[in-house]
């Protein structure tokens, strides 16, 4: 993770967030641990809880307990008790920037201890799914904080989504079924930049790529890609492999689960586990559970004698059968949230409540310093090139 | 024909003299992207192999062709030319070979060509007559050798032996397609006025060198039935010319047909290729990579499942018939997609084939059910009762050559340096083959691959000799056995 690394060697000498209280709801990862790290050179305390009990790796909450100035609130497949228990943990050290994955640190912190609202400069958020809880508060007028939008810098956005995401989806889905990709029909429900990732790479490997989409401009892209786009009711009798990215709930439901072939595996990319209707799928079983046939693949078999095959329990599957981002997906995501919150620190309060796009130069900078480290240099403008382009005659 | 050689050359018909220069310029520009003939001709410049072979060619006029026909006659060969395909001439090449390199348009002095685009089928059939007698000015005296792409003149040579032979030829009126007629008409017209005239050109003949699957097909069955009148090298199953001309070829070439036809935006469409062999993989690469949605349909089952393996949903047309909107035949066979089909596509679907031959869209079915709305040349609208139209791309025929340029200058290297390398062979060393259909040796394939890797920069790796023991192979190849598919 150079990018990180050459952050966290500045944060050393200038120590930008001296006396500050990061409160972290991150994904407790060894990646992730490269950010804490770069929080504490910096001069801050960071206390930690996971974003999601299933991707918590123990061995690295246990080296980031060790650490000065770390706490560490997370194990791996905790219950959700025990989970909201360590969010309030965090919150209990009355954190003054929080760092959240899915927004779980704001909005407990605007419902259950708007107390401490009042100290905070604000709050950086990794994910789509995150964002929209957060719109949803901006717009009924209850988010108090500023909250820069992580997830859509475009150094985010190009290689967290389309490249990390969708490469460690497909990761997920191969290692807990050893499925052959070539030959099967993948549906892809949802075109985002993850979607897109996803729907390319099946494409790539062989697969026969169907998607589905609810924003027309979505869809025609995916169909001007030659990708097959149909509702999800009608891909339900085609695919072999379901693979959920909208941030909607229940995208996967009874009549889907009704028209489904024997065999046909579920698996969610997108960040809660709401995507699969779980309720459902049981009710479809008869209300029974599902079999565990392999770790992480749960066989729900049908009155009828189907078989349907969901993987790590509905939850993100790139996370909880893969080993989610590559690190240096990771580095470009956690050196723009190390930057982020040095904006927040320095601006002390300057924003106003609301979500906030990343800054463009935080952008710039992170791709700056992943270029660097690959060695790759750029063209820069001629002054004669500037003048061309400010000027109207 | 040497400089010093000089004489007007009247023995040719062409479109337009007038073009020559155009042709010249393509012909020049073509000449740095064939490297394996232009290496050929350095190689083989002193020991003129060819001195003697009289060569009739029958093989689209195009540039890349005309490197090859002057290919032939920089080894010494006489050569006499025509376009296998009614529409694939481009008339700037087959102007520029009539001229020839030393010739003007005034005072010609190349090579006799008898090829335009456009040609009736009267006229197709008159061409290649006319280019399988008439050599060293004699107008009786044939080829010692032909070079085929798609055995249409060997099929003349030994058609009209056949009926000599028997004495009378078939009646036309009873021919199952019209160039069948045309084809039964002329031959009809030569048996009478003179009954020994093809039986002649045969015995002259030391063998064949044929380009293409059709015509190799045609080969194959009449060595079987033990009825080829000489050897045939088969040179379309040769690793750089069929993986190269058919894959990479078609890959570059379909999709400019479609786009200088139609200028339709395939990004978003749904696309049928039929058949899935090489042309059938180029050509769904080709529109994939577009933005297309490739349907496949194929009758093969290692073929199909290819196809499914590389993500392509494979159907029978019948289920994809109305919803699709570009149809590509590549089979092969006939009869691929008929006039029934075609009156339940999409308004303005797009039809087109790029196999060899013309029969694989039902075109005589849809002049009897639709009216015909020419849009400009070698793109009509076929208008059906109902009011809905199908785009129809080169009357059905290879809509690659006829509505583009045909295979790109590099890929026909290949498969032309290994139809020089072919003639070579078979005019040298005639007496080594039977009258059966042989392919090239190994070695030889490598070679023509070797001749086309320094041009785009390869720097290939040499097996150490412990390496090639171990493998059981020559440090200088060959490298794999025969029955490797590559």
Redesign the interface.
Known sequence: MPVLRSIRERFGEQRPLAGITVGACLHVTAETAGLVTALTAGGAQVALCAANPLATQDAVAAALAQLDGVEVFARHGEDLDTYAGHVADVLDRAPSVTLDDGADLLVTLHAARPDLLKGMLGGTEETTSGLVRLRAMQADGRLVVPVLAVNEARAERVFNDHYGTAQSTLDGILRATNLLL??RTIVVLGYGPTGRGIALR??G?????VVCEIDPVAG?DA??????VMPSLAAAERGDVFITVTGAPHVLGAQHFARMKDGAVLANAGHFDVEIDLGALREAAGGAGGVRVRPLVDQFRLPDGRSLNLLASGRVVNLAAGEGHPASVMDLSFALQALSVEHLVAGEGTLGPGVHPVPDDIDREVARLKLASLGVELDELTAEQRRYRRSWE | MSATESRTLTDFKVADLSLAEFGRKEIRLAEHEMPGLMRTREEFAAAQPLKGARIMGSLHMTIQTAVLIETLTALGAEVRWVSCNIFSTQDHAAAAIAVGPNGTPEDPQGVPVFAWKGETLEEYWWCTEKALTGFSGDPELGPNMILDDGGDATMLVHKGTEFEKAGAVPDPAGAESEEFKVFLTLLQKSVAENPNKWTKVGEDILGVTEETTTGVHRLYELARDGELLFPAINVNDSVTKSKFDNLYGCRHSLVDGINRATDVMLAGKTAVVCGFGDVGKGSAESLRAQGARVIVTEIDPICALQASMQGYQVARLEDVISSADVFITTTGNKDIILVDDMAKMKHQAIVGNIGHFDNEIDVAGLEKAATRINIKPQVDEWKFPDGHTIILLSEGRLLNLGNATGHPSFVMSNSFTNQTIAQIELFTKNDDYDKQVYVLPKHLDEKVARLHLDAVGVKLTELRPDQAAYIGVPVEGPYKPDHYRY
């Open positions: 070539a030959g099946a494409r490997a062989g697969a026969q790529v025609l169909r001007m890609e030659g990708f097959e």
